[in-house]
């Protein structure tokens, strides 16, 4: 797993997700630094140097951490999979696309082989405004893809109580500033059968997360529309960068990658096709 931080570094497992932390996403007149770490343990011996064309004036330290073996650090920096993000992040919509981050370095741990993240949620907003219908998505920083991606609001349920509507109009809060009613939210993946357990699993050949994808509808006004378009948000002190986008939601299957929001379009379309939805 690795973390992002601007300008502190912090560690987390190899191939776990990347939480990003940084002051602001707009261009800056002097480029952030940011490192990614695998580990929480020091640094070992065991270091190469790279150097990226997006910042030749400054190299980039690979280390390994003391459990690292010098043929998995080996394997590990020579991997198809770790060339793929470096060029993932200097490409044109890559992190290091507008010079606001730099790159300073990556912390090698070897791999855990399952990640327990556990239950999260999104929720898809539908805004009716003079007879068209929007979706509201979040453009936020995702590290492992080295990109931008726009995807439905969403978080990770952080305690045991199991209060997941409630989770979900918290985050939708600090992702758009948005204020949902609970009651006037509905559970899309409820609709699945019994035996799924109610949830969706993304990727469950290595990671345990289980979301839970609900729906709102309302009507607001086109100055609303307006507003929200652009608006920057997330809570700057854990080091959320969100910048919201409305989009037409006959194009929204075409406007995402985010499997949530393409997943929540399904269950949508095919409750309304069944009667479950008025």
């Not at 996403?25 to 640094?43: D, G, V, Y």
């Amino acid at each position: 797993m690795m973390r992002l931080a601007v300008p502190r570094c912090g560690g987390l497992p190899f191939f776990k997700e990347f939480p990003f932390s940084s002051p602001t996403l707009s261009p800056k007149a002097s480029p952030r630094t940011f490192c990614i770490k695998m580990s929480t343990s020091p640094p070992s011996q065991l270091t190469h140097i790279i150097n990226l064309p997006t910042q030749l004036d400054q190299p980039v330290s690979i280390v390994a951490a003391p459990s690292v073996s010098d043929t998995h650090f080996r394997n590990a920096i020579e991997s198809s999979l770790f060339k793929q993000w470096l060029k993932n992040i200097q490409t044109e919509t890559g992190l290091l696309a507008n010079g606001a981050m730099s790159l300073k370095q990556v912390l090698i741990q070897v791999p855990g082989i399952v990640f327990a993240r556990g239950p999260a949620v999104a929720v898809l907003i539908l805004l009716d405004s003079e007879g068209e219908t929007y979706a509201v998505l979040t453009e936020q920083v995702r590290v492992p893809v080295g990109r931008l991606i726009l995807e439905l609001p969403a978080g990770m349920l952080d305690d045991d109580q199991g209060d997941i509507a409630g989770t979900a109009v918290r985050e939708v809060v600090e992702e758009t500033g948005i204020h949902l009613n609970v009651h006037d939210m509905v559970d899309l993946t409820a609709f699945l059968d019994s035996s799924t357990g109610g949830r969706v699993f993304l990727s469950p050949g290595g990671c345990d997360e289980e979301i839970s994808l609900f729906i709102y509808r309302g009507n607001v006004s086109k100055e609303k529309i307006q507003h929200l378009q652009g608006k920057e948000t997330g809570l700057r002190d854990h080091g959320e960068l969100i910048k919201v986008h409305v989009v037409p939601y006959d194009k929204l299957w075409c406007a995402t990658a985010d499997a949530k929001a393409l997943t929540a379009i399904a269950l949508y379309e095919m409750a309304k096709r069944d009667g479950l939805l008025s």
